[in-house]
């Protein structure tokens, strides 16, 4: 992004792909931080059913952290964070005793 200010309105509609080209959602709202006048938060809905059918109700829509954005132009790139929802964390699973 060039730095120069933008509507926050024109990320309302974006499509969202991750980082590796999946398609995540679509933008329905933003969340805003007042106090430091800045986006803390994207709400996505039209949700990839793939990725979400474990997670949520696709007819929901799910709130990224703006943090997970990396670029904003004709569509919206997020960290692969999201797709990793799919993949269990080998680390994480307990060994039975």
Same mark, same amino acid.
């Given at each position: ?14 499509? !969202? ?8 959602g679509e933008v #329905? $709202?933003?969340?805003?931080? /007042? $106090?430091?006048?800045? @986006?803390?938060? @994207?709400?996505?809905? #039209? ?6 059918? $474990? +997670? !949520?109700?696709? #007819?929901?829509? +799910?709130?990224?952290?703006? &943090?997970? @954005?990396?670029?904003?132009? $004709? /569509? @919206? ?6 797709? &990793? ?7 994480? #699973?307990? /060994?039975?005793?």
């Amino acid at each position: 992004m060039d730095g120069t200010p933008q509507e926050i309105t024109n990320l309302v509609g974006r499509e !969202v792909y991750s980082n590796n080209g999946i398609f995540v959602g679509e933008v #329905e $709202d933003v969340r805003l931080n /007042v $106090d430091a006048c800045a @986006v803390s938060g @994207v709400a996505l809905g #039209e949700l990839n059913r793939e990725l979400f059918s $474990d +997670v !949520v109700d696709t #007819e929901n829509g +799910v709130m990224v952290p703006y &943090r997970w @954005v990396r670029a904003v132009g $004709d /569509v @919206v790139l997020i960290n692969d964070t999201i797709e &990793r929802l799919q993949q269990p964390d080998d680390e994480d #699973e307990t /060994v039975p005793a």
